[in-house]
């Protein structure tokens, strides 16, 4: 494996580990998975499809969304929304990701 195939696969890492984070956080405003996924990808935060689906999924099981199916545009679409245990849970994790944040910021500044 080179150092882009290991670069690659970290960065994946990483970004599947902040993903709930930002959908916690965009999902405090009303969404259907589109929207979701075009507001994340607007703030550059490139989500597929194969990827979000699932990770809304297992967010709901876990009670920190809700969700409900509506018809738009002769569409059905289903909303998500923050319950109220997720947004305790966001609350939290916000706090812990800042914590872990400026610690790999302070880490990352004696390399320099």
Do not use: C, F
Not at 25 to 54: F, V, W
């Amino acid at each position: 494996m080179n150092s882009q195939e290991i670069v690659e696969k970290l960065r994946l890492e990483l970004r599947r580990g902040a993903l709930p984070l930002a959908v916690l956080a965009q999902l405090q405003e009303e969404h259907y998975g589109y929207s979701l996924r075009r507001e994340l990808n607007q703030k550059g935060l490139e989500i597929d499809e194969g990827t979000l689906y699932p990770l809304l999924r297992r967010l709901e099981k876990q009670g920190l969304l809700t969700s409900e199916w509506r018809s738009d545009d002769k569409r059905k679409k289903r909303y998500y929304r923050l319950a109220e245990l997720g947004q305790e849970v966001l609350e939290s994790l916000i706090v812990e990701w800042r914590v872990l944040n400026d610690s790999i910021d302070a880490v990352l500044k004696e390399k320099k």
